[in-house]
């Protein structure tokens, strides 16, 4: 029998090898809970905002498909008129933009790959 040798590892990435992207989105959601003039948490923003870009990633395949990064300003700015929060969705959505290229990695990450 041959040395077998695997030609890919499958990782769940968020949560597991680099920390979720909550820091940033609680920074955001806060911001757009204190410019409201609805009164809302940013717990409830963050609820919302969960729920909008949850559906807009349900309907993106096949000839409807976007890239992740389309969907969440798209879904940023769908909770800023929904919030009327004048924000402007563009470096909001940079903001997290900049964490997903370069994301916290959990320490044990790299001696686990290695």
Not at 31 to 58: H, K, N, R
Not at 64 to 85: C, G, M, T, V, Y
Request: with cysteine; glycine share 8%; proline share 5%.
């Amino acid at each position: 029998m041959k040395n077998w040798l695997p030609r890919a590892i499958l990782l769940d990435f968020y949560g597991t090898v680099v920390e979720d992207d909550d820091i940033p989105i609680g920074e955001i959601c806060g911001q757009i809970s204190v410019v409201s003039p609805l009164g809302v948490t940013a717990s409830e923003v963050g609820t919302y905002w969960g729920d909008v870009f949850y559906q807009l990633c349900s309907e993106s395949f096949g000839a409807k498909f976007q890239p992740q990064r389309d969907l969440e300003l798209l879904s940023l700015q769908n909770i800023l008129q929904h919030f009327k929060a004048d924000l402007d969705g563009q470096m909001l959505s940079q903001i997290l933009y900049e964490y997903w290229a370069q994301p916290t990695i959990f320490p044990e990450s790299k001696e686990v790959l290695k």
